[in-house]
């Protein structure tokens, strides 16, 4: 009986050995060839949405709105670089890190990061862009001004010269008189954000993000660029003229 | 075990190739960029091409654009599409571009001391199609006391998308031979192109749908002609020793 049970016992340490150690080789490859092979973790998480050419027809893009991007012409909306000018690699895995708020795009971060780096030149590769030019160096953010009454009212004055109304709305609603017929590159409807509703900036919604997309614009979209326009001290204006649109209590508490 | 250590060396293997295939493919790549297709040399006994792009078919109704806003600076007026101006009496069609695609060598060109400009006024592009060589700067400007968002569609040279505001100066440089849309997302009516070309033998139609392209070395060509809506026309051409060639193209609605 005692024999018996120990050789059970051996037996059933063996087993589990051999259980856990297949497992561990499986999971070895399992992540392995994951993290080697971008064009299989784009097969298999992008390419619903964006297409397995990267034109964004995959077959939910459909049913989805705003629809997925088309890579082939290299028109990225997150940029830290220039109107015009391509992402950088950073910006690609912060969208994949991050997603884009607001949209379909989830937080990819359930892919590893080795995943989500593959993934970068297989979504370069999509586009020719990317033999013909490289992504100008990332715009400077300079010396960051406070958030006063003062600086929320210059920045309103922004937001009116600069016609950030027109699509936006005058309080900020994202219903200008251009609003109803806007279109992205692609020709699909688009909505200017409504900045009322809340926290979901597509870019991020630190006041750097948002100095950020007037500063590079969001390419692909109607949202332009006025890096030519504002002096770094009217872009914080009018950051703060933005985020007092998003929370009342700023103003009321700037007004004071 | 083996199997797995083979497996291993193979996809290293597969890396590396792949690695060496990469890297081969974005040298050739820059290195395509980067490369001058079109030669400078002296031409001589050049001929020229000269016609006319006529509308083939019943002239349609001019389409007309709505102004639906701005009206103290746009006017409010409906205005006449740019898109197919079409002769009244000779049929003749503005802003063709007639253009020989397939010539590597030929006339000196320098336009790195011409700055073609691009001009809103009246929420209009002044002019709609603006022709130039590779590594030209143009100058956009903006005569409307209104802000223009001025939007460019391409791949291969920059799609900028800039707000600018009256008498505002945009400078933006087209590197490579693309077909460019410009429009104002602010302004729906509002439309241009710049087309960017890598040879100098190319010209922009008049009001009565005429072209002329000289100092052409003598040989066999395709003539291309190009319009925003009605699409391309080419033609093979032969071209002797100072001769004055006559090609005209007839262009109908697909």
Redesign the interface.
Known sequence: MKYFNKKGCIGAVAVAFTVAFSLAITRAYATEGAATDGKEVYKEYCAPCHGEEGKGDGPVAQSIFPKPRDFTTGAYKIRSTPSGSLPTDEDILRTLYYGIPGTSMIPWDVLTQEQREALVPVLKGFSEAFQYRKPEPPVEIGLEIRATAETIALGKKIYEEKECWKCHGEEGKGDGPSASELEDDWGNPILPFDFTKGTNLRGGNSDRDVYLRFTTGMTGTPMPSFAAELSNEQRWYLVHYVRSLMKPALVAKGAE | MIF?VNKNKI?NKA?LLISIL?LTFTLT??S??DEKRYKEIIVANGGCITGTVSFDGDIPPTKLLPIN?DHEFCGKEPRPSPVLEIHQVNKGIKNVIVSIEDIFEGKHFDMSGIRPLLDQQRCTFIPHVLVITAGTTVDILNGDN??H?????C???????????YK?R?S?RF??EETVKISC??H?WMSAWIVVKENPYFALTDEKGRFTIEDVPPGTYKLQAWHESLGINTKEINLGPNEELKVNFSCNQK
Request: zero cysteines.
């Open positions: 797995n996809s890396t990469s790549a820059y395509k960029a806003k209104l802000m968002n001025v939007h460019s569609h791949t291969k040279n920059s799609p900028f998308n800039e707000g600018t505001t505002q945009l933006k590197d490579f997302d602010v729906k």
